[in-house]
């Protein structure tokens, strides 16, 4: 059995997650792990596809694609501009490492996934766009299955 869900995030910031920060306060040590309003975004999507679709799979393997798009600054010429969108890729920050990670950090806690330890395929792409916009397409399979989804440039 293979289950798909596509997320679409327009307009969202694509943000990393922001590094865990610490502090002493009272004689006590505190860890605060702050969350961007890309996370939000995302988590509030995925809350919403879970309420709309009900129950998914809680085992077997994930396979994730997600399709992040970054807006051309508007600050720069109209020549640069049209240099950027043709060169599609996005090689600035913020990595694909910490993007991948607010994404799952995200779909677990709107409970779309359980876990992301059950992610066998994860695929982050950075293109440059005329807006912001995210699409997360994720795959669920059982076991036995062969998960074949993967990144298609």
């Known amino acids: 059995m293979t289950k798909t869900v596509i997320l679409q995030i327009p307009g969202a910031e694509p ?5 865990p920060r610490t502090y002493h306060t009272g004689g006590r040590v505190i860890t605060h792990s702050p969350h961007t309003a890309y996370y939000s975004r995302i988590m509030t999507a995925a809350v919403r596809e879970k309420m709309q679709r009900g129950a998914f799979p ?3 393997n994930i396979a994730i694609v997600a399709d992040i798009y970054f807006a051309v600054p508007a600050s720069l010429r109209k020549k640069e501009k049209v240099a950027r969108l043709r060169r599609l890729y996005h090689t600035q920050k913020p990595d694909c ?5 607010t994404i799952l950090d995200a779909l677990v806690a709107g409970r779309l996934i359980t876990d992301d330890r059950q992610v066998a395929s994860l695929c982050v792409i950075k293109r440059w766009a005329e807006k912001h916009d995210t699409q997360i397409e994720i795959v669920w399979s059982n076991e036995e299955e062969e998960n074949d989804k993967d990144c298609n440039f």
């Open 58 to 60: 809680t085992d077997g």
């Open 97 to 101: 490492d910490n993007l991948a990670k």
């Open 15 to 19: 943000q990393g997650q922001p590094r």
